[in-house]
């Protein structure tokens, strides 16, 4: 159950970017705030079950490596097999971003709550 919340957002993700758009509601916020905002959440939902199990800094590299790497191939997915999506390399760089902060949040919260309970 603990993965739970990973898998869903892993599994939203794939369905949200192999939607043919014209099958999308049109979005008024910028695109690659989403993607950012998407990205920071699985990078989050990823990271706070692994950490659990394995708490190590090569954990969250890990997970900033195989969260990005996911984007790319969600990128790669919509340009070879969506007809109306294309992959960009702003989006994938956006992915990464949204990761990067995601990380970087868990990563404060933890040492947050450490120094605390010192």
């Not at 159950?1 to 892993?10: D, F, H, I, K, R």
């Not at 659990?52 to 900033?64: A, D, E, I, N, S």
């Amino acid at each position: 159950m603990v993965y739970l919340p990973a898998v869903l957002v892993t599994a939203g993700i794939a369905m949200l970017s192999l939607t043919e758009s014209s099958h999308m509601p049109s979005v008024s916020v910028n695109d690659k705030l989403i993607h950012g905002l998407m990205y920071g959440v699985l990078a989050v939902t990823w990271l706070i079950p692994l950490l659990r199990t394995c708490p190590h800094v090569r954990t969250y590299l890990y997970v900033c490596v195989g969260a990005t790497m996911y984007g790319a191939l969600m990128e790669t997915l919509q340009r070879f097999c969506t007809l109306t999506r294309s992959g960009e390399m702003a989006d994938l760089l956006a992915d990464f971003i949204g990761v990067a902060i995601g990380i970087g949040i868990v990563a404060l919260l933890k040492w947050l709550n450490s120094s605390m309970t010192k």
